[in-house]
């Protein structure tokens, strides 16, 4: 019989010592280790896996601390299609999640891990999500057989024994099992089993499959426990922006991954406007929770950044490039010659000699690629040039706006203010975005992704909807909703704002509505700013470009209600009828 350390030398707590003896004898590992979280450990960790392969060490006079993954060809994104919600009942799940009932879950993907880690390590990496101290903080513990996963983790969340020390002898942590077994799709299942806090998830090893701190418990688990506690977990970033006279006000933007999230929590204000300042407080993910002052207060819970490579560049996000000159995990990026990365959409040309993400020689001709399309960088925050300095506040900070946006050709304009609270739900409930590369699947069709949470809400979406209705009761300051939209096109298909540091622009005029009273016309389908309410010094943009890029349209409009009544169709009688009438007057409007 295999001998292993005492879990009681690590944990006071009784529960997580059981539970790690559990998982042991499920998976039979060859040996534990219990994470600490120490540079010591990391040390070590990185050695062993530069000698394994996991991990290629880059040019460190170049990119000092900075190392190459090569994932499986196989298994580069999320796989949404494997991805279940256990709920004892299928209606807990609702129609926009796949279900398996519990005892099903757990017997299919137990046959798999049986011994699964024979001959392996079993890495305990416990962690918190949230800033220590703070009253939001959660302790989550991953098992997992991979080494990479445990140095990611320890970029992602506060790991170690900080976790274990918050965590004390209580019983309330989340539980995550993760094994890579083969890499065989066939045998890829994340289930996620909200009534028990519990996640397993078996046959990858990529990033939102693997590392579950964070879509799985930060969204898809944290959801149902926002449900329960009475807040909300979602799929944004938050944003500090700080006007010339030294104020700050802080934005939670929801978009769909690979949509400009990083670019846009990172923003470089446009030389033009003077004065202002931009800083990160999270770049993905936020907890909001109703403050002492009756307004709506977010933290970041993760530690670090899990970036989409490709299209970041000096001109998109120069504080990304900033951030991934050290001490970064990359995965799937190109490598050049002399040991550096390149991926597609970098200010450089791609050098002779590269080789691509799986480590094949790679030139213009070769008709692929050289970094895959959702290529990632993994980096800690301390490393963010223009991270806030309330980003590890305990209390949050105080959210003034609240955007959606997504990637849209057509129909939707630069931006639109709600009328009101139920009016704004109804735009997140109803937002839609062209599918991108950071999930399995086509690219370019557009979906309906109620607030960017369509594959990250942990239960039925309906109720979901109903949750953030009934929070408009408790807030005696809800934040505004808007609504944008960098990527309109033209007729000819060219981009008709130039988005990226310009985007500034629009979130002004979102903080001048709330605080200055700012001007804006009223629409059928929201409020827009009139050209002259935006701040356009220094831009090059026509008037028809202008016009065009905050264009409401009433035919496409009409299509676009019409694709969300069948959305709202499919949500079926968990959907809130007070977004059931929202839809009837905004058509009414539009006749």
Known sequence: MTSYPAAETYTKSRALAAWVAECARLTNPDRIVWCDGSEAERRRLTDEAVAAGV??????????????????????????EVTFICSPTKDGAGVTNNWMAPDEAYAKLGALLKGSMAGRTMYVIPYVMGPLGSPFAKVGVEITDSIYVVLSMRIMTRMGRAALEMLGDSDHFNRGLHCTLDLDPKKRFICHFPQDNTIWSVGSGYGGNALLSKKC????????????????????????IQNPAGQTRYIAAAFPSACGKTNLAMLTPPAALKGWKVFTVGDDIAWLRIGPDGGLWAINPEAGYFGVAPGTSAKSNANAMRLVEHDTLFTNVAQTPDGDIWWEGMDSAPPA??????????????????????????????????LSPHAND??????????????????MPLVLESFDWTHGVFMGATMGSET????????????RDPMAMLPF????????????????????????????NWFRKSAEGDFLWPGFGDNL????????????????????????????????????????????ALAVDRGEWRQELASAGEFFDKIGTALPEALRRQHRTLAAALE
């Open 55 to 80: 991990l290629i060490p880059l040019n460190h006079e170049k990119r000092p601390g900075c190392y190459l993954h090569r994932s499986n060809p196989n298994d580069v994104a999320r796989t949404e």
């Open 217 to 240: 418990f930060a969204l898809r688990i944290a959801s149902t426990l926002g449900r329960k506690e009475g807040w909300l977990a979602e799929h944004m970033l938050i944003v500090g």
């Open 436 to 447: 991108t590369a950071a999930a399995a699947g086509k690219v370019g069709v557009v979906r």
């Open 394 to 411: 305990p209390r949050g900070v105080p959210i003034s706006a609240i955007v959606f946006g997504g990637r849209r050709a057509t129909t």
């Open 457 to 484: 809400c942990g239960y039925n979406i309906g109720e979901y909807l109903g949750h953030w209705l009934e929070l408009a009761g408790r807030l005696k300051n809800p934040p505004r909703i808007f609504m944008v």
């Open 505 to 548: 622009r629009v979130l002004k005029w979102m903080l001048d509505r709330i605080h200055n009273g700012a001007d804006g016309f009223r629409t059928p389908v929201g409020i827009a700013p009139h050209a002259k309410d935006l701040d356009l010094t220094g831009l090059e943009i026509s008037p028809e470009q202008l016009r065009q």
């Open 353 to 386: 000699g590269l080789l691509d993400w799986q480590g094949r020689p790679w030139t213009p001709e070769s008709g692929a690629k050289a970094a895959h399309p959702n290529s990632r960088f993994t980096a800690p925050m301390s490393n963010n040039p223009v």
